[in-house]
């Protein structure tokens, strides 16, 4: 019996364990959270540091072969389980990932080929390379090189005053800054590649954020007009070629206007995982992207996944979890439910919750995919959810 192993217990390294052991895998989460969602459901659960040897020890004791769910797994540790296991992906290409800097620097490496180029940026590690900061760069938005997420360790900047002052807040750690666009709109690409160099991708997709984070995501023809989807994933398998990637990656794009009245595509950062605007394929598509991974992982055949309806994804924030307007005082005595009942009575609902025990405004408790025969009754049946939801489009 084959187990696959996965370094991370969060909610992508429960629908990893979940479609491992659909297929008939044992699993293995290394999280040091004891109720951590993957944790809660696999068959082995080491609950140690992400870089504890003697946890690294047992993981590759346990498994066959290792993912991971999440970018800021230490390089280091997966380079120990590399040494003796697959790991997919490597560790260089999560180093890429991990950082902005180089992660930039790789897309400009692959723009020849792709066509598609980074926002104009600079990296800023000294202050010799903040004081040489283009003036056209700014107003920008200051993220820091590594760790951010969710919009976290970011900044907005509009002068070079407030560029340095930000740079200090952000405690002088390497940062890129990058040139405010106008966005037009947001979409990404999920590619999955083999160790074989097969390489095939998922529809691009449709996104919109509320506050940094994540809020829908809709696949259907239209969602994204045809000839930058096609851009974004060409794009998107160039640059997972380039790095002789193997496994499940994600690429955020930008869609811009490009002065001459079309559009032009931007890419924006890369997960070396699944990622959250990819969850629709659960019910969307005939191979959702956990099931993906496990294939790339496993050495299993990597058909072209199909998608077979139209999907709008809703991501459930802990916000859900309290009433509106509940200070934060408040918050113990007014929980509330979110009206399941009512979103799952719609037809093609279906709810993902994490199992996560306690929710924070913001958290990712859960989300929502919607499918449905045509474009028109997608959109309809979401409008419903969101209006339940108490969510505005
Ligand atoms: P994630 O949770 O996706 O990993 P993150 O914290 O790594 O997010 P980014 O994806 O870089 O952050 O940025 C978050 C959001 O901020 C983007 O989805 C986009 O809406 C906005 N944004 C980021 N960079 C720019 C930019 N250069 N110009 C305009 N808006 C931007
Ligand atoms: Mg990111
Ligand atoms: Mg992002």
């Not at 956990?290 to 809703?314: D, K, W, Y």
Request: with cysteine; aromatic share 6%; glycine share 8%.
């Amino acid at each position: 019996q084959m187990t696959l192993g996965v370094m991370g217990g969060g909610q992508l390294g429960r629908m990893f364990v979940q479609a491992a052991q659909a297929m008939g895998y044992f699993t293995a989460v290394l999280d040091p959270d004891p109720a951590s969602p993957a944790g809660l459901i696999s068959h082995f659960h080491i609950q140690t540091a992400y870089d504890d040897e003697q946890g690294l020890a047992q993981l590759m004791q346990r498994c066959d072969a290792i993912t991971t769910e999440f970018e800021n797994v230490p390089a280091p540790a997966l380079v120990t389980l590399g040494a003796h296991r697959p790991v997919a992906p490597s560790a260089p290409c999560v180093a890429v990932a991990q950082d902005r800097i180089k992660e930039k620097a790789h897309f400009l490496a692959c723009a020849p080929v792709s066509g598609v180029y980074p926002a104009p940026y600079a990296a800023i590690e000294s202050d010799e390379l903040l004081a040489a900061v283009p003036a056209d760069l700014l107003p920008g938005i200051l993220k820091t090189a590594r760790m951010g997420y969710d919009g976290k360790g970011q900044m907005r900047v509009s002068t070079r005053e407030e560029l340095a002052s930000a740079w200090e807040q952000l405690g002088r750690v390497p940062c890129v800054l990058e040139k405010m666009l106008p966005l037009q709109s947001e979409c990404s690409v999920i590619v999955a590649r083999g160790t074989n160099g097969q390489v095939v991708s998922f529809p691009v997709q449709a996104n919109t954020h509320r506050d940094g984070i994540l809020a829908t995501t809709e696949v259907y023809e239209g969602a994204v007009p045809a000839d930058l989807a096609e851009r974004a994933q060409a794009s998107t398998v160039a640059i997972a070629n380039h790095l002789h990637y193997v496994g499940v990656l994600c690429v955020e794009y930008f869609v811009v206007d490009n002065g001459t009245g079309g559009q032009d595509l931007v890419v924006n950062e890369m997960a070396p995982r699944p990622h959250n605007s990819g969850h629709y394929t659960q019910n969307a598509c005939d191979m959702s992207q956990f099931e993906a991974q496990v294939r790339t992982l496993a050495g299993l055949p990597l058909p072209q996944p199909r998608q077979h309806s139209p999907a709008i994804m809703v991501n459930l924030l802990g916000d859900l979890w309290f009433e509106p307007n509940a200070t934060h005082a408040e918050r113990s005595e007014r929980a509330v439910t979110p009206p399941w009942t009512q979103v799952l009575a719609l037809p093609g609902t279906h709810l993902h919750l994490y199992g996560k025990l306690s929710a924070r405004p913001g958290r990712k408790m859960g989300h929502l995919n919607i499918t449905a025969p045509t474009v028109a009754q997608v959109r309809e049946t979401a409008a419903q959810v969101l209006q339940l939801l108490g969510l505005r489009t």
